[in-house]
């Protein structure tokens, strides 16, 4: 290098050297981070495919849930039996009650009157039922005096008749001796007016015995029609005494009537009913809500519903106490239909502005009552439901 600088004529420069080579570019850092991001991405995507795919093999394809599901109760309707002024009403809102509780008292006023005539008219019922029997007795007795009257006239008749032909027997004879002369003309006719007396007498005693056989059939007919009105029965179960007594247990019914008592335990709602209040019958004054008996009706898609049977179990939580409290139960029913089948104005499909929805079917299911008992519900309260498909029920 020294020989080049020497040979090189003084005052001209050293010429410039060639540029070094350019490096190669380094790969953006952009394109690094997008295709790791992709790499991940994509990891993620796999991972999530097989972590859904094993969940689903062993946890979804095990059970359907549903979070349109509301609690359910079949409540008593309390309504009066009879019409009356409310006297009292010893019963608010939200108290509980249980089943023969008194709710309601009724003005019992004209019930008891009511009964007093009932009473009353049964009373007079059995006297004239007694009648109805000793008339049987007097009928009885008469029928035996008439048949005694036609024995005697019947036995007149025979003497009658007896004394006709003795009458006879003497006429002829004397008829017979006239003509000798042995016998007297005012004999025969002594003879002949005693004859004519037997035949008039017998001829009244055939109408005596008529007239007496014609008393003892209407003694008999008489009878026979009174014992149409006892017959096969005594005093107390006579027709017309029954109808009688039945309305006396009528009129203590409508009396036991006017005190309203609950006709299951549960929670008061709805009271509608105030004291001094003319009620009518059937007319609604409350709803008992009976708490312990609660059930569940689950909405499901009708997707979910392949599987499902009655008898499956089922646990559910409540958004009252939260994903802590844990009820169980099992499916007791599937719906007959769907809410839209059932609804006041029913969906018109065939009109042509069609679009597919999804229906549900409720599904009842039944709660276990000890859970229910330690963790009350009320009727309406939204609940999640979940049933193991995986058993066939029954």
């Known amino acids: 290098m020294a020989d080049d600088q020497s040979s090189r004529p003084t005052g001209q420069a050293a010429p410039a050297a060639p540029p070094p080579p350019?490096?190669?570019?380094?790969?953006?850092?952009?394109?690094?981070?997008r295709g790791r991001l992709f790499a991940g991405l994509g990891t993620v995507v796999v991972l999530g495919a097989l972590g859904f795919g094993g969940w689903w093999l062993l946890v979804?394809?095990?059970?359907?849930?549903?979070?349109?599901?509301?609690?359910?109760?079949?409540?008593?309707?309390?309504?009066?039996?009879?019409?009356?002024?409310?006297?009292?009403?010893?019963?608010?809102d939200t108290q509980s009650v249980k089943a023969g509780d008194v709710l309601v008292v009724l003005d019992g006023a004209d019930a008891k009157l009511a009964l007093a005539?009932?009473?009353?008219e049964y009373g007079r019922a059995r006297r004239r039922v007694e009648q109805y029997f000793a008339t049987n007795d007097t009928a009885s007795a008469e029928i035996a005096a008439r048949s005694a009257e036609l024995a005697k006239t019947q036995a007149q008749t025979a003497s009658a008749e007896a004394e006709l032909e003795k009458s006879r027997v003497d006429l002829q004879r004397r008829e017979a001796l006239s003509a000798s002369g042995a016998v007297s003309g005012e004999e025969v006719t002594s003879a002949r007016t005693a004859f004519a007396s037997a035949q008039a007498a017998l001829a009244s005693a055939k109408a005596a015995s008529a007239e007496a056989a014609a008393d003892r059939t209407a003694a008999q007919a008489r009878l026979t029609a009174q014992q149409v009105l006892t017959r096969n029965a005594d005093v107390d179960t006579n027709p017309e005494t029954?109808?009688?007594?039945?309305?006396?247990?009528t009129a203590k019914l409508n009396l036991d009537r006017a005190?309203?008592?609950?006709?299951?335990?549960?929670?008061?709602a709805r009271r509608q009913v105030q004291v001094g209040q003319r009620v009518a019958i059937g007319a609604p004054?409350?709803?008992?809500?009976?708490?312990?008996?609660?059930?569940?009706?689950?909405?499901?898609?009708?997707?979910?519903?392949?599987?499902?049977?009655?008898?499956?179990?089922?646990?559910?939580?409540?958004?009252?106490?939260?994903?802590?409290?844990?009820?169980?139960?099992?499916?007791?029913?599937?719906?007959?239909?769907?809410?839209?089948?059932f609804a006041v104005i029913p969906a018109q499909n065939a009109t042509g502005n069609w679009i597919k929805v999804v229906?549900?079917?409720?599904?009842?299911?039944?709660?276990?009552p000890k859970e229910v008992a330690a963790h009350p519900l009320r009727v309406g309260l939204s609940m999640k439901a979940k049933i193991d498909i995986t058993r066939q029920g029954g």
């Open 22 to 33: 350019a490096p190669e570019p380094a790969p953006a850092p952009r394109s690094k981070l």
């Open 60 to 92: 979804g394809s095990r059970s359907v849930d549903t979070d349109n599901a509301y609690v359910g109760a079949d409540v008593a309707q309390v309504t009066p039996l009879i019409a009356a002024p409310v006297a009292e009403v010893r019963v608010a």
């Open 117 to 120: 005539q009932a009473e009353a």
């Open 242 to 249: 029954a109808a009688a007594k039945a309305a006396v247990d």
């Open 259 to 268: 005190v309203v008592r609950a006709p299951v335990s549960g929670v008061v």
């Open 285 to 341: 004054l409350m709803t008992i809500v009976p708490t312990q008996d609660v059930y569940v009706d689950a909405n499901f898609k009708e997707v979910q519903l392949r599987k499902v049977r009655v008898g499956q179990t089922a646990t559910l939580t409540s958004d009252l106490y939260g994903d802590d409290v844990v009820f169980h139960g099992k499916v007791a029913g599937i719906g007959g239909g769907t809410g839209s089948a």
């Open 359 to 368: 229906q549900r079917l409720p599904v009842r299911i039944q709660l276990d």
